[in-house]
C-alpha cells in the first residue's frame, strides 16, 4: 500500500533532550516535507526536500534539522527541544513540487515536551 | 495562492450526497483546485485536484464552474466514516525550486447523520 509513514505517534520528552521523528515514503516521491499543526494556526511548512541531499527551509525551521540520504527517507530532528515545539507533526511527500501532483501525508506525530 | 471560502459546517444525512462549495473567485489560470480532508487529528487526506475540467475518482467528484471562481466537491454516498473537516485549496503550478505551499484555512466541517 502506498503510504507515508512516521514514527512514533506519541512522544513525551523533557526540554533539551535531543529526538528524531522518522519519516519514510514507499512511491519513490521526489518531494518531502514536515509540517506543524497547532491550534489557530493551521499547517506550518518547517522543511522541506526537492531530492536526495537537497533541503531547504519552510516558514518555521527554528530549533529544527533534516536530512535527505535516501529518497524514502526524511527524518525531523530536534537537537534541543523546548516547550514551544509541542505540537502535531506531519511527514508529506509528492511526486513532485508542482502543481499537478498531490501531496501525501502521514498519520501525524503528536509530541509534547515540558 | 488565491484565497478560498467555504461554509464553516454543513450536515448530510447518511447515504444521501455531500455537497460541499467552495468559493475562489481570485483564482488565476495557472492555479489548481485541491480538496482534502482531516478526520479527528489524523493526517490530511487528499481527495482530489483540477485545473478547469470536472474530475471525478474513487473518493468524490470535482465540479468547477465555466468561469473558475467557484468548486463543488461531492461525495455520492456519504458514510459516517466521511465526518471530517475539508479543505478547498488553490495551489500555483511552480517552476523552478520553491516550497510546496499548501494553505489551509478553516475549512467546512462536514457532519454525516445517521
Known amino acids: 500500500e502506498a503510504q507515508v509513514t512516521q514514527n512514533p505517534r506519541y512522544l513525551i520528552t523533557v526540554t533539551g533532550k535531543k529526538l528524531t521523528v522518522t519519516c519514510s515514503q514507499n512511491?519513490?516521491?521526489?518531494?518531502m516535507s514536515w509540517y506543524r499543526q497547532d491550534p489557530g494556526l493551521g499547517l506550518r511548512q518547517i522543511y522541506y526536500?526537492?531530492?536526495?541531499?537537497?533541503?531547504d527551509k519552510g516558514d518555521v525551521p527554528e530549533g529544527y534539522k533534516v536530512s535527505r540520504k535516501e529518497k524514502r527517507n526524511f527524518p525531523l530532528i530536534l537537537e534541543s527541544p523546548s516547550p514551544n515545539q509541542t505540537s502535531l507533526y506531519f511527514c508529506?511527500?509528492?511526486?513532485?513540487?508542482?502543481?499537478?501532483?498531490?501531496?501525501?501525508f502521514g498519520n501525524g506525530t503528536r509530541l509534547t515536551v515540558t | 495562492d488565491a484565497k478560498t471560502t467555504q461554509p464553516p459546517s454543513m450536515d448530510c444525512a447518511e447515504g444521501r450526497a455531500a455537497n460541499l462549495p467552495c468559493n475562489h473567485s481570485?483564482?488565476?489560470?495557472?492555479?489548481?483546485v485541491y480538496w482534502y480532508r482531516q478526520i479527528h487529528s489524523q493526517g490530511p487526506q487528499y481527495i482530489i485536484h483540477?485545473?478547469?475540467n470536472n474530475e471525478t475518482n474513487e473518493m468524490a467528484s470535482l465540479i468547477i464552474t465555466e468561469d473558475r471562481k467557484s468548486s463543488t466537491l461531492i461525495l455520492p454516498h456519504a458514510t459516517l466514516r466521511d465526518t471530517a473537516v475539508y479543505y478547498c485549496?488553490?495551489?500555483?503550478?511552480?517552476?523552478?525550486?520553491?516550497?510546496?505551499?499548501?494553505?489551509f484555512g478553516k475549512g467546512t466541517k462536514l457532519s454525516v447523520i445517521p
Open positions: 526536500s526537492m531530492n536526495v541531499e537537497v533541503t
Open positions: 508529506a511527500s509528492s511526486f513532485s513540487q508542482g502543481g499537478d501532483s498531490p501531496l501525501h
Open positions: 512511491m519513490n516521491h521526489e518531494y
Open positions: 481570485t483564482i488565476s489560470g495557472n492555479e489548481y
Open positions: 483540477g485545473l478547469k
Open positions: 485549496i488553490v495551489r500555483a503550478t511552480y517552476s523552478g525550486a520553491g516550497s510546496y505551499q499548501l494553505t
